[in-house]
C-alpha cells in the first residue's frame, strides 16, 4: 500500500466517522463514533513521523475527553434516548475488529520478517517497531479498546 | 509527501467546515460541544500537515519549535475548552432542565 492510497484511505474513514458522530440523532453512537475519528488522527499523526503527538492525542482526546463526554451524557439524561444496545455492540466490537484487522494487514505486507532500519520510510519504521518489539502491546491495546466499546454499550443499554 | 499533505489539507478543511456547519443548526448543546472538537481535530489535522513537506524548520529559532510543537500545545488547550463547555453544558441543564438552545433562549425570557 502506497503512502499516497494511504492517507486518501485513512481521511476516507476520518471524514467517514466525522459524518456519523454530527448526523447521528443518538448521542451515543456520536460519541462512538468520535471516538474512532480521534483515534485515526492520533494513528495519524503517528505513521507521519510523531508518535508524541499522536500519543497525545490518543491520551487526550480518545481518553479523557471521551470520558467526560460519556459522564456529561449519563449526567443530562440523554441515554433516554434509547438506542438499540445489542447493534451498538455488534457495531463497535465489528469496528475495533476491522481496525485490528487493517492494522495487522497493514504491517503484515509491509514487513516480510526483516529488521526496522531497513526501512527508509518513517511510517512502516514505527509499524515495524512495534511489530518487533511490541506485537502483545498493540493485542492488549486492540482488546482494551473493544472491551471499552462494549463496556459504553452496556451502560446505554442498562439505562434504557 | 507532497500528495499527502494536500490530502490531509483538504480532509482538515472539510472537518472544519462540517463542524462548524453542525454548531449551526445543532439542537444539543452536548452535539455543539461535539462539533466544536471536530473542528478542533480538522485545525490539527491541517496545521500537523502543513508541515509535512519540510524537514526539521524551527519556526521560533531560539526555542526551536517546529510545528509539531503547535499541534501539541493546540490538543492540549483544545482539551482544556471542551472541559470547560462540558461543564457549562451540565450547569445548563441543572437550571434550565433541557439542552435545546432555542428552549433555553425561550426560558430565560
Known amino acids: 500500500m502506497t503512502s499516497e492510497l494511504l492517507s486518501v484511505f485513512i481521511s476516507a474513514v476520518i471524514v467517514a466517522t466525522v459524518l456519523v458522530a454530527l448526523f447521528s440523532d443518538r448521542v451515543s453512537i456520536s460519541l462512538i463514533a468520535l471516538f474512532y475519528a480521534s483515534t485515526l488522527l492520533g494513528i495519524v499523526f503517528t505513521l507521519y513521523g510523531n508518535a508524541l503527538v499522536g500519543l497525545m492525542q490518543i491520551v487526550t482526546f480518545s481518553g479523557a475527553v471521551s470520558v467526560l463526554f460519556l459522564t456529561v451524557i449519563l449526567l443530562t439524561g440523554e441515554s433516554k434516548l434509547g438506542i438499540g444496545a445489542t447493534r451498538v455492540t455488534v457495531a463497535a466490537v465489528a469496528a475495533a475488529l476491522a481496525l485490528a484487522a487493517l492494522t495487522f494487514a497493514y504491517v503484515a505486507s509491509g514487513l516480510g520478517g526483516a529488521s526496522p532500519s531497513e526501512y527508509p520510510d518513517i511510517s512502516l519504521q514505527t509499524f515495524a517497531f512495534l511489530w518487533e518489539f511490541r506485537p502483545w502491546d498493540l493485542l492488549i491495546l486492540v482488546t482494551v479498546f473493544a472491551s471499552a466499546m462494549v463496556t459504553v454499550a452496556n451502560l446505554f443499554s442498562r439505562e434504557t | 509527501m507532497a500528495s499527502d499533505q494536500i490530502v490531509f489539507l483538504f480532509t482538515g478543511g472539510l472537518l472544519v467546515f462540517l463542524g462548524i456547519a453542525s454548531i449551526s443548526y445543532s439542537k444539543n448543546l452536548v452535539k ?78
Not at chain 2, 489535522?45 to 500545545?73: E, H, K, P, Q, R
Open chain 2, 32 to 109: 455543539t460541544v461535539m462539533a466544536f472538537q471536530v473542528v478542533l481535530l480538522g485545525a490539527n489535522l491541517a496545521l500537523f500537515s502543513s508541515g509535512l513537506s519540510g524537514g526539521d524548520s524551527c519556526l521560533v529559532t531560539d526555542f526551536c519549535l517546529t510545528i509539531d510543537s503547535f499541534v501539541f500545545l493546540s490538543i492540549l488547550v483544545g482539551a482544556a475548552v471542551e472541559s470547560v463547555g462540558l461543564a457549562i453544558v451540565v450547569n445548563v441543564y441543572r437550571k434550565y432542565g433541557t439542552l435545546n438552545p432555542s428552549e433555553i433562549r425561550k426560558l430565560r425570557h
